[in-house]
């Protein structure tokens, strides 16, 4: 396959960014016409034949043969040549990270769950996070050249565009996704993990035409992606979405961003987790009572979220208690927002009507009604793929959208 597309893209050439664009078409849109695509591209066919031919040579599109009509020429179909190139994904949890590899036209071809890691902010996690991809790509059964961008999701502020955490990983004057790319030896790219959800959810999930939509990912931490008229909404500097650090409760919790009475230390996966513990040391039982005591072997995310689908009527009480404070503030967002979808997501999304149920109450008794009956709520078609299919997707999408 030849390459010099990518080299053109870097330079910026007239006829590789009308390339680029007929990418991000196919992305978006799969297969189509030369008559369909010159309309949507606002092209002579002739020009648009002439550019599909140069990309069938170069290997980033195939024809895909003729689409059966009622009558008259059979036109041909052209597509993304899924075997043109491939993007990594890596998702990082608290407790383990996923990764997958993606082709070109946006199948997951391999995918790694749940590899065992302990989240730390330190140069060593870093160092074993990079560990992790490396040993990944020299276990897949591809061309190692043709693997084009890794994209990471980072949980925290992150800057998509510079490529900055500033939240995690920030040892450095120099963007992270720079220091990424020197140790893991490919292009690598950052984003936020919740952004990344929405994104995967968006293309691959439950969104069916929708383009107003609030993703709101209750993990460790929450957080909300935001999509408006179709488009990812970043903010400024890629900051928006920082749901979990409104300023709503009056208590003395500490959350992790060092402020007090932040949503998220009632309301996430790490807040389940604290009060679980507290209510066991306080008496009241549960069948991960046994569990807790175990302090060498500290007690996982994951393992609550089964004790609630195992009914455990402590576990079950939390969630609901969550449901309900995270709807009241959910009902605030669709206010603001009006969107035509909301989607509930994240690890603790996998516990379904527990959590979801308490949210629709809510919000039914704290948003206008004039405006909810406008909103859906739903759960995560995507679950816990949401974030690893969506990094695949954002590492493909940094190459040819921005």
């Known amino acids: 396959m030849k390459l010099h597309l990518l080299k053109e ?35 002579s066919v002739p020009t648009v034949t002439k550019f599909i031919s140069e990309m069938c040579e170069e290997g980033y599109i195939n024809d895909y043969g ?36 993606m082709n070109f036209k946006g199948d997951m071809v391999e995918l790694e769950m749940n590899i065992p890691h302990k989240f730390e902010n330190t140069p060593d996690a870093l160092d074993a996070l990079c560990k992790h991809i490396i040993s990944f790509i020299e276990k897949i ?13 980072i949980s925290g502020r992150v800057n998509p565009e510079s490529g900055y955490s500033f939240s995690l990983f920030n040892f450095e004057e120099r963007p992270l996704a720079e220091i990424l790319t020197e140790k893991i030896g490919y292009n690598v790219s950052i984003d936020n993990d919740t952004r990344a959800m929405t994104y995967g959810e968006f293309l691959k999930g439950c969104v069916k035409g929708e383009k107003d939509i609030i993703f709101v990912n209750v993990s460790w931490g929450l957080g909300i992606g935001i999509i408006i008229d ?18 709503v409760f ?13 949503l998220e230390t009632e309301t996430s996966g790490s807040a389940l987790h604290r009060i679980l513990i507290e209510r066991v040391q306080k008496g009241e039982n549960s069948i991960l009572s046994k569990r807790i005591t175990m302090k060498d072997n500290p007690l ?17 009480e939390i969630i609901e208690e969550i449901g309900q404070k995270l709807g ?39 948003s206008l009604n004039l405006v909810n009956k406008d909103s859906v709520i739903l759960t995560s078609k995507l679950k816990d793929r949401a974030g690893i299919i969506g990094a695949c997707m954002l590492a493909r999408s940094r190459m040819f959208e921005s």
């Open 328 to 366: 009241k503030q959910i009902a605030g967002l669709i206010n603001i927002f009006n969107p035509e979808l909301v989607i509930i997501g994240g690890t603790l999304s996998m516990t379904g009507d527990y959590l979801t149920q308490p949210i629709k109450t809510a919000v039914r008794k704290y």
């Open 9 to 43: 893209i870097e330079l910026g050439t007239k006829n590789a960014l009308q390339k680029k664009k007929i990418i991000k078409h196919y992305i978006y849109n799969g297969s189509s016409t030369l008559t369909d695509l010159a309309r949507e591209m606002d092209l």
């Open 300 to 316: 996982t995310l994951d393992e609550i979220i089964s004790a609630v689908n195992k009914e455990d009527v402590l576990c079950i």
């Open 66 to 101: 003729k689409l059966e009509t009622s009558g008259g020429r059979h036109p041909s179909l052209y597509g993304l040549n899924p075997e043109s190139g491939y993007f990594v994904g890596v998702d990082i949890k608290q407790f383990s990270i996923n990764i997958g590899l």
């Open 250 to 262: 009056d208590n003395e919790i500490i959350c992790h961003c060092g402020k007090k009475g932040c």
């Open 141 to 153: 059964n591809i061309n190692p050249e043709k693997i084009l961008n890794i994209n990471i999701n």
């Open 230 to 247: 179709g488009k990812i909404y970043t903010g400024k500097s890629g900051f928006s979405g920082e749901f979990g650090h409104t300023n």
